[in-house]
């Protein structure tokens, strides 16, 4: 009796095990046959679920902004304040650190690449309109630069952890974030004139 295969799953566990290899090993370093040799599968299975490795690629990052990163941004954010709001992200990068750190080095290999393929594609994964507006009602600020501002000081946070084996404090992170930006929240009621 022939085997029965689940291909949404097989799919999910393909990107899953890729990302880990990717992340690690780095994007331009692995061919399509050598993620095929250590995912130990054939090279034509790996084709069969993705046309090429700017294909898988663009499948890791749609399924991380759906199903991970993204979501800490929630769709439909249950703060009521700025406060709860930034509390709400911290928590959710705090739990999610590792895959961000994982994404953002395969955003410095995104911008490694020539052609700019890669970086046109996580660019219009990550930074999108819609991420933008979902993060601006988290954090009831509607500004779009200070969003942008905040994106950049969170992700910072993330690399400079990394890089300093964790001596930078999400507590101290989230105080400083939430002093200098209070001002900008719509919910403020201490707004400057």
């Not at 769709?75 to 304040?81: L, N």
């Not at 507590?171 to 919910?187: E, G, M, P």
Request: proline residues 3%; neutral net charge; charged residues 25%.
């Amino acid at each position: 009796m022939p085997k029965i295969v689940d291909h949404d799953e097989y799919r999910k566990k393909l990107i899953e095990q890729s990302f880990e290899l990717m992340a690690r090993r780095g994007y331009a370093a692995l061919s399509m046959r050598d993620l095929a040799r250590a995912l130990r599968i054939s090279p034509a299975t790996l084709y069969y679920y993705f046309p090429n490795k700017l294909g898988l690629f663009e499948a890791i990052l749609k399924y991380h902004a759906v199903g991970g990163a993204i979501q800490q941004i929630a769709a439909d954010p249950k703060a009521t304040s700025f406060e709860e709001g930034l509390d709400e992200l911290i928590t959710g990068c705090e739990l999610g650190e590792e895959m961000w750190a994982k994404i953002l080095m395969m955003h410095v290999d995104a911008y490694r690449e020539a052609d700019g393929q890669m970086l046109s594609t996580f660019n219009s994964i990550f930074t999108s309109n819609s991420t933008k507006a979902r993060l601006s009602k988290q954090l009831k600020i509607e500004d779009p630069e200070v969003i942008d501002l905040i994106r950049v000081i969170i992700l910072g946070t993330i690399i400079q952890r990394v890089l300093s084996k964790r001596n930078i404090k999400w507590s101290t992170q989230k105080r400083l974030l939430f002093d200098i930006f209070s001002k900008y929240a719509t919910d403020s009621t201490e707004q400057e004139p």
